[in-house]
């Protein structure tokens, strides 16, 4: 029996390729990735779909609105819902969706965020954290919840922040963080051994 995900991303992807690469692997289990969607027609994200076999497909949406549009909605949640996943993966989506849209998941959507939350929510958290300064950040996987960026924690890794680090040092640390994390937590997810919250 296979653990159906779909993985929803704006822009470059190396989250998903985490995901991937580690079920190429066979280090996830029944893990499926099943398709990646994408609300940006050129994203790397897509490319890296195709690359490793995956459904790959665009909804194209409005980019200068930071909400999803209730038809842009009803459009990702027809082509999530035709693979019936067990689980929504959030790897760097940028839009923001309602209560509808987790609710037609039955809250079976998780997002990854750069930071400790609640620390740092909503964008350029890295920056934020590094500029505030503190000594250490990290990254986090939450349920999803309308409000932004403060559903459930799930699980978290820290990352410290060292006085020779620059922003650019950091960045990398954090996505390390968050390449072996998340494809961790979806692992757990799978297996019963992180319990749904619903
Ligand atoms: C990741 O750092 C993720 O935590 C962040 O976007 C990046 C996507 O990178 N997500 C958010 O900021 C969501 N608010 P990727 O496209 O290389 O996986």
């Not at 999803?68 to 949640?77: I, S």
């Not at 650019?168 to 072996?180: D, G, I, Q």
């Amino acid at each position: 029996m296979s653990f159906k995900i779909i993985i929803l991303g704006s822009g470059r992807g190396s989250n998903a390729k985490a995901i991937l690469e580690a079920e190429a692997k066979g280090q996830l289990g029944q893990v499926s990735t099943v398709a990646i969607l994408s609300d940006k027609e050129n994203a790397p994200i897509l490319d890296l779909a195709q690359q490793f076999g995956k459904h790959a497909q665009c909804i194209p949406c409005n980019p200068k609105k930071a909400r999803l549009h209730p038809d842009e909605t009803t459009a990702f949640l027809e082509a999530i819902q035709t693979h019936k996943p067990d689980l929504v993966v959030l790897a760097g989506f940028m839009k923001i969706i309602d209560s509808h849209f987790i609710q037609s998941l039955d809250g079976k959507i998780i997002n990854l965020h750069p930071s400790l939350l609640p620390s740092f929510p909503g964008i350029n958290s890295i920056e934020s954290a590094f500029n505030f300064p503190v000594k250490v950040t990290g990254c986090t996987v939450h349920w999803v919840i309308p409000e932004i960026d403060a559903g459930t924690i799930i699980d978290q890794k820290a990352v410290t922040i060292e006085a020779n680090d620059t922003l650019e040092s950091l960045t990398e640390k954090v996505h390390a963080a968050e390449h072996h994390l998340l494809p961790e937590v979806i692992r757990r997810l799978s297996t019963g051994e992180i319990p749904y919250q619903n």
